[in-house]
């Protein structure tokens, strides 16, 4: 912190002394004010305008591919006329809402116990609550699956000496279960997005509520949910988009049960069991899911643009009041605790059980004699795992320090340039958001299958850009709340004294945003690491990542082996997440 100031006040003091002289030469070094935010334009449309009308193109082509000749709306007429896709659109609705509701509704409560109350031990819960960053939705699916399958389920097994045979008929494999299941994995995003809110309220409002004789209840009902309505909206809109997107939980746990969604549909089309993939309805499916999702976009941006009108953080210190919950703090513990077993413990055990089983058959006790480290073993003399372990590092140091790097960029042009169609970049940096993951796959298979002169199909590199353009928009949005964190003073400081543009971003905007910075990286490390959805559409033999295997071993009924890769997987990404909680406290605190 020490040098961090006396740098500051070197850089103050050369501005002071030398402004007449240096100007010039400042002007000289300093870019000129169309060329980043023009290149950043042409790269971004690049990146997320050319996939997605890539997609476009080839709905509306006769072969459904985008180079091909002629127009059509054949494509858009066979897949309408079918009352199947309506089926489609009312179960993705339907689990996309529920999934969404259920994962705020437990976040919400989460967050004002952890925030608002004095629940014993909420430093602990804060970072037991984020742990569930490390299970994938994958995973976390694969793990439910284990432990709730019917007749062979972990938890029927060991339940039905009590209860009788009957429970075993209890299927996870409907709509039901797989919102359950999602609703648990957004539990931590959710959790991030509404803990500021409740952590930052201005307690004048709740306390002048209570002083009026307002009832608990009354007060939370009137007072304290009416300012959180920017922060609900916004969570609401992210998620019901990327619950129309996701794929992970409805091809694990929808498919057995045949229920499908727009994402299984779109992937079954791709991946038939004979002959061609249907291309022109692959892309028209793409195209009306695109459309639903910028409509969502569009809802998300007017929710946030209206959040000014709730703000309660003002200038005065305030120290939030905690709401004594007396006798029910043992209670609030065991709520938040159950929570973390649910999402957490239980799975990882089931992952770990079936991974030191010789067969899986739920619970049975005559199998403790049997466990082994077979399927580990059986793992680590596979060189395709290995492959995979290198494929899947080098995608995620390298989609994340370059999708650090274009945030960096974007959010500094966004939030410092003075020209007015900068905002431009703002929303063209947002579209991967309202695009399915597995509709980027398909995008980016169209461009550069059989692109000689940029040959990244079948390679890590193209698994790597399709991550760079999927988590862009989340990438620029946590950089550009870190650049509004430094003043302009201090960059103005350091272009007098002769800095050139490059050199003011290494030297004064990096070290400023280093904590920003660190965490962005493990964040992005973490999610590259877990996601499925693009890699599946863009796998070949020599590009496989540990998703795509793990997923390639359950699909193809080797459940140990699955489970063995699972555990891995989620012990690295615990000591990931876990140093990004610590970086991200420690931002905060700063």
């Known amino acids: 912190m020490g040098d961090r100031r006396g740098s500051l ?29 023009v290149a950043l334009a042409i790269l971004l449309a690049l ?37 199947y896709s309506y089926r489609l659109v009312w179960q993705t609705l339907v689990f996309a809402a529920g999934s969404t509701a259920f994962g705020i509704a437990l976040a919400a409560a989460l967050a004002w116990l952890v925030e608002r109350t004095d629940m014993p031990g909420r430093d602990f819960f804060r970072t037991g609550i984020l742990m569930p ?20 389920g972990i938890v029927p097994t060991l339940l039905a000496p009590v209860f009788g045979e009957g429970v075993k008929s209890f299927s996870i494999f409907n709509l039901p279960g797989m919102i359950f299941v999602q609703g648990l994995a957004y539990v931590p995003t959710s959790f991030l997005m509404l803990a500021p809110a409740m952590r930052n309220m201005d307690p004048v409002y709740e306390e002048a509520a209570r002083t009026s004789g307002a009832a608990f209840g009354q007060t939370l009902r009137r007072v304290s949910l009416p300012f959180l309505v920017p922060a609900l909206l916004s969570v609401t809109t992210l998620l019901m988009i990327v619950g129309m997107l996701t794929f992970d939980v409805p091809a694990v746990i929808g498919q057995r049960g ?3 969604v727009m994402s299984s549909e779109i992937f079954n089309l791709m991946n038939p069991a004979n002959g061609l993939p249907a291309y022109g309805e692959i892309a028209a499916l793409n195209s009306t899911l695109f459309v639903l999702l910028a409509l969502g976009l569009w809802v998300y941006y007017r929710a946030t643009q209206q959040s000014e009108r709730f703000a309660t953080i003002s200038g005065k210190g305030y120290k939030a009041t905690r709401f004594k919950l007396g006798r029910w703090r ?3 513990a065991a709520f938040v605790t159950l929570y973390f077993l649910l999402a957490v413990v239980l799975p990882f055990l089931a992952l770990l059980w079936t991974s030191l089983v010789p067969y899986f058959a739920g619970f049975q006790t005559k199998l403790l004699g049997e466990l082994s480290l077979k399927a580990y073993a059986t793992l680590l003399g596979q060189p395709r795992i290995w492959e995979g372990v290198v494929n899947s590092t080098v995608i995620a140091v390298v989609a994340a320090l370059a999708t650090t790097a274009l945030a960096l960029f974007v959010a500094w042009t966004i939030v410092r340039s003075k020209l007015r169609w900068v905002r431009v970049l703002d929303v063209m940096s947002m579209i991967p958001i309202s695009v399915p993951f597995l509709m980027m796959g398909v995008a980016l298979v169209f461009i550069f299958f059989g692109l000689r002169a940029v040959p990244i199909y079948g390679t ?85 990542v540990l998703s795509t295997i793990l997923f390639s071993l359950w699909d193809q009924g080797e459940p140990g082996q699955a489970a063995a890769i699972a555990v891995i997987l989620m012990l690295v990404l615990g000591g990931l997440v876990a140093a990004f909680t610590g970086l991200t406290r420690a931002r905060q605190e700063a």
Do not use: C
């Open 460 to 544: 890590v590199w193209i698994i790597a850009l399709g991550h760079l353009i999927v988590f862009l928009p989340l990438a620029a949005r946590m950089m550009q709340s870190g650049v509004l964190q430094v003043h302009r003073e201090l960059e103005e400081a350091a272009s007098v004294s002769g800095a050139t543009f490059l050199q003011n971003i290494r030297r004064v905007v990096v070290p400023l945003l280093k904590p920003t910075i660190f965490a962005l990286l493990i964040w992005l490390v973490v999610h590259s690491l877990r996601e499925f959805s693009v890699a599946v559409m863009l796998i070949a033999r020599q590009n496989e």
């Open 47 to 83: 990146l997320t305008v050319v996939p997605v009308a890539t997609v476009i193109v080839a709905s509306f082509r006769p072969s459904g591919l985008p180079l091909s000749d002629g127009w059509t709306l054949a494509h858009f007429a066979k897949v309408w006329s079918s009352a």
């Open 9 to 37: 006040a070197l850089a103050g003091a050369g501005a002071s002394m030398g402004v007449a002289a240096a100007e010039p030469r400042a002007r000289k070094h300093l870019p000129r004010g169309y060329t980043l935010p």
């Open 133 to 152: 960053m490390a299970t994938p939705p994958l995973l976390l699916a694969i793990g439910w699956v284990l432990l709730m399958s019917p007749a062979i």
């Open 258 to 260: 045949n229920v499908n």
């Open 330 to 332: 043992s209670v609030a």
